[in-house]
């Protein structure tokens, strides 16, 4: 691998280390100096590299072993297990294992949500970006509590997955069963060194076998905390968001162009009524701002564009449009190719240009399903070039704002296609929306991730902008259902919505004015928007 070969894959792989490093739980600020030593170090190695193909992975388990480093200089405190009281008894229904998954280290805790699925030992390595060898290596040091570590292992797996007959569960008659399920799952994970790891759970476990937990209390518990501590929810807040009222508020920008917005409701509903509400794309053509809208099937074809078009003044716009200096996004290729391809003078110029939008939406289209963020390209409408690749990669690291328990989820959206969870569906639509002035056309891609069964989090959706004529440079819409509430007679959950833009036109003085107004407006529309969906989904309507 030459320098310049070198140079740019550290240009494209560079946030994607610091986003890997942050996944893991450093901060921001650890996150990019250990990435910029890592790519430093990959340099000063670059001969022990196999495959330059593989040069993010190989510089990523750089990165991890530089983060175990600083861990070591920096033991974790101690925090002290909270008492249960209760009554002695095995009550599998309550068991919280997330509650057990919460009080692991970051990476044990990956390690056994993976191990409870059922991956060996190669597939958790690529699926954390490690390398088997790394993965190994590390957890091979603690050798010495191997033994422990299986049975703990064992003892979860068969609590997870109910294998305790009804009939064994109390305290007595559950600790011999219990011992031979953990002997007859150890037997068969000894070959496997990753299997062996150590999770530092044996204390809790043991009072989870030993005690009934309330389930209802300790997720609501835990969103509780981070609502107050990441998005800074008052109790009076939370209390409302529990009784039914939706909530919305701004979140600080970290540049002026960026606009973060939180938004939650309890919702006395199943999360699947959510899902298939989302899954429903033909209902935004009941809204009166959707003035079009198309679905993609697979594979994407040109007729699922019709109606996908520019208006008169978006036309005349572009027949003035040059690089660095446009009224509609795009990158400098696409308004070259408008001016070459389209014949001005004719009659029929609206209809040409027109076609050609549809066919070139539809090429950009399959290069993304096929290459991902890097088809994304950059838009050169304005002085300062945007590239939205890295602005996704940006938005995703505002890791205060974004619930724990899915680093799958925000890999895969910034890996697509590659890394593609097997709980994932994906779904392609584009609109014709009034969001200001001028109507906007944009490509959305929606995906649905079914929770982990150890998380709290039933669903996540992400509405992710591919493109967008005007106003929103880049735009990722998260929703989660996060379960609670506690009553079995009438399930509920929580829907939280994080939306997250780098709009253009919010800078400098002018810009400050117009940020005031429309994120005025976007949040009282996102409360309308959660007022709505909860009537919806309990039958209010």
Not at 219 to 225: A, F, G, I, K, S
């Amino acid at each position: 691998m030459t320098r310049d070969e070198y140079g740019a894959a550290y240009q494209k792989g560079y946030r994607l280390t610091v986003r890997f490093l942050i996944s893991r739980g450093s901060t921001w600020d650890d996150a990019e100096e250990t990435a910029q030593a890592a790519w430093t170090r990959g340099w000063e190695r670059l001969g022990q590299l196999r495959d330059t193909t593989m040069v993010l992975t190989w510089v990523n388990s750089i990165a991890l072993n530089l983060r175990r480093a600083i861990l070591r200089r920096k033991p974790e405190p101690l925090h002290a297990l909270p008492e249960i009281q209760a009554q002695p008894r095995i009550n599998l229904a309550a068991i919280d294992v997330t509650r057990i998954l919460r009080y692991s280290k970051k990476k044990d805790r990956l390690v056994l949500e993976s191990q409870l699925e059922g991956y060996n030992a190669h597939e958790i390595a690529f699926q954390h970006g490690w390398t088997e060898m790394a993965g190994r290596t590390d957890f091979s040091a603690r050798a010495g509590r191997r033994e422990n570590a299986s049975v703990e292992s064992s003892v979860s797996e068969a609590l997870y997955w109910g294998r305790m007959p009804q009939s064994l569960r109390d305290r007595q008659r559950a600790s011999p069963y219990l011992s031979s399920v953990c002997l007859q799952w150890c037997e068969g994970a000894q070959s496997d060194a990753m299997t062996q790891t150590v999770i530092p759970i044996a204390a809790v476990l043991a009072a989870m076998v030993t005690t009934a937990l309330p389930v209802s209390v300790e997720p609501d518990h835990n969103l509780e905390t981070y609502l107050r501590q990441n998005i800074g929810l008052s109790q009076d807040e939370f209390s409302a968001i529990r009784s039914g009222q939706p909530v919305a508020k701004t979140l600080p920008p970290r540049t002026p162009a960026e606009v973060f917005l939180f938004g939650a409701v309890y919702i006395h509903a199943t999360p699947e009524t959510y899902v298939r509400l989302t899954r429903d794309v033909e209902r935004l053509r009941e809204l009166p701002d959707y003035l079009a809208l198309g679905v993609f099937a697979v594979p994407p074809q040109l007729s699922h564009l019709k109606g996908f078009s520019f208006d008169n003044d978006d036309i005349e716009a572009l027949r003035k449009c040059r690089p660095g200096d446009c009224q509609i996004q795009m990158p400098a290729t696409s308004i070259e190719e408008f001016h070459r391809s389209i014949n001005w003078s004719a009659p029929d110029v609206n209809e040409q240009l027109n076609q050609f939008l549809q066919k070139t939406a539809l090429q950009r289209l399959l290069a993304y399903q096929r290459d991902g963020n890097e088809a994304l390209g950059v838009y050169n409408d304005k002085h300062d070039p945007i590239e939205v690749q890295r602005q996704f990669a940006f938005m995703l690291s505002y890791d205060s704002a974004l619930p724990e328990h899915l680093p799958d989820f925000y890999h895969y959206l910034l890996a697509y296609p590659r890394a593609r969870p097997a709980s994932v569906e994906d779904t392609f639509y584009w609109s014709k929306v009034k969001f200001g002035l001028k109507p906007t056309l944009r490509v959305v891609q929606v995906v649905i991730m079914r929770g982990k069964p150890t998380s709290p989090i039933a669903f996540a959706v992400a509405e992710k902008q591919l493109y967008a004529s005007h106003y929103f440079e880049t735009a990722l819409d998260l929703s989660y259902c996060v379960l609670g509430g506690g009553d079995p007679q009438r399930p509920g959950f929580y829907l939280i919505k994080v939306l997250g833009s780098e709009q253009a036109g919010l800078t400098g003085f002018k810009g400050s004015i117009i940020r005031k107004t429309a994120v005025g407006r976007s949040v009282s529309n996102l409360r309308d928007a959660l007022t709505t969906i909860r009537n919806t989904l309990e039958g209010r309507n």
